[in-house]
């Protein structure tokens, strides 16, 4: 009823020539507050763009309510920038017809100093819609590696794949063949790890390795963040624009940060020292690793002591390791003295 009304109304103005083409005379697009509104104003500046089709006048409502929706979210995530705007608030933008400037540059905004979004996804020019959902990057694909190719990854990376593949052990050994190293360093034992006995052993020593768990998790997509762990073969995800969920990722994206930085640090761990020491880096890695594989052999003992037996080796391992570290380091010493 209301539509039809609306329609009616937009013909009869059309044909006194009277429709509006701008903003109503009261209302800026930089003070677009409910309080600057004026309704009658407003109401013919709505009237004016409504088509006589009722489909179309259907369709122009909806877009107008969705991006008066993402402008009520710029105002309250960007309110400097919104009152230093100078762009148009409604009509079509360069990057893409079904947003206006004004609501680029909030997702642009939204991008840099929230979270990373798709914007060429968003903007796609082959898009007929709008997109009610946050657009987010998905989580690089561990899963593919173009003839087991691992070089394209960092070597924490590598190593957390290698360590929790259940593929026969192909992907250690094509690692092993990349790196070089020796036949004598053990295979990870495939099969359920004690994941709490595994970050606590790694972190004997209190060395990078205790970021190892976060880089295996990383690669399997169980970190529990969500912007590590989309997945690839995901299309998109359930998060619409609204103010719960921007402040979510932001938070989300600060813990994301947080993790990358963890894993570079592994990262540049494993890559320092001799190519032997960087060789009994990634030994020690495996054995704690194996360490914490479920052993059925252990069944009968309580948990707290296959804990404390699994401490007790790490210990061994930690001592053994900075043990040949330094005496490695004195024969490096000795030798540029002689």
């Known amino acids: 009823m209301l539509l039809g009304r609306a329609t009616a109304a937009a013909v009869r103005i059309r044909k006194q020539q009277a429709v509006l083409t ?22 013919e500046w709505l009237v004016g763009r409504l088509d006589a089709n009722p489909c179309g006048s259907e369709s122009f409502l909806q877009r107008s309510h969705e991006a008066i929706h993402i402008l ?22 360069h990057e893409c017809p079904l947003y206006s400037e004004r609501e680029v ?9 929230i979270v990373p979004i798709c914007l060429d996804w968003l903007f796609d020019a082959n898009c007929e819609e709008r997109m009610s959902f946050i657009p987010l990057y998905p989580a690089d694909d561990w899963d593919y590696y173009q003839d087991h190719d691992l070089s394209q990854f960092s070597h924490a990376i590598q190593l957390g794949l290698a360590l929790n593949r259940d593929d026969g052990g192909h992907t250690f050994w094509w ?21 709490e006995l595994f970050t606590e052993i790694t972190a004997v020593g209190d060395t990078p390795l205790k970021y190892l ?16 762990d989309f997945h690839p073969e995901y299309d998109y995800t359930d998060a619409l624009w609204n103010a719960d969920n921007l402040r979510w990722l ?21 890559n320092e020292g001799s190519s032997s020491e960087q060789e009994r880096k990634i030994e020690r890695a495996v054995l704690l690793w194996n360490l914490a594989c479920i052993d059925s052999r252990l069944e009968k003992l309580s948990k707290e002591a296959v804990r404390k037996m699994a401490l007790t080796e790490a210990m061994r391992i930690h001592r053994n390791f900075a043990l040949n570290y330094n005496v490695e380091n004195q024969l490096r010493l000795f030798d540029a003295n002689s």
């Open 105 to 113: 540059e909030f997702f642009k905004l939204v991008d840099e100093q």
């Open 22 to 43: 701008t903003f109503p005379p009261n209302l800026s697009s930089a003070t677009l507050t409910p309080q600057s509104i004026n309704v009658l104003g407003s109401i």
């Open 213 to 228: 768990p976060l880089a295996v998790e990383t690669t399997c997509y169980s970190t529990g963040n969500v912007l590590l």
């Open 175 to 195: 690692y092993c063949q990349s790196r070089n190293l020796s036949p004598e360093i053990p295979d990870p034992i495939e099969g359920k790890q004690d994941w």
């Open 250 to 270: 932001a938070s989300e994206n600060q813990v994301a940060q947080v993790i990358h930085s963890q894993v570079d640090k592994l990262n540049v761990w494993l």
């Open 72 to 93: 009520a979210l710029y105002q309250v995530f960007f309110p400097r920038e919104w009152q230093g705007s100078k762009a148009s608030a409604f009509g079509q933008s």
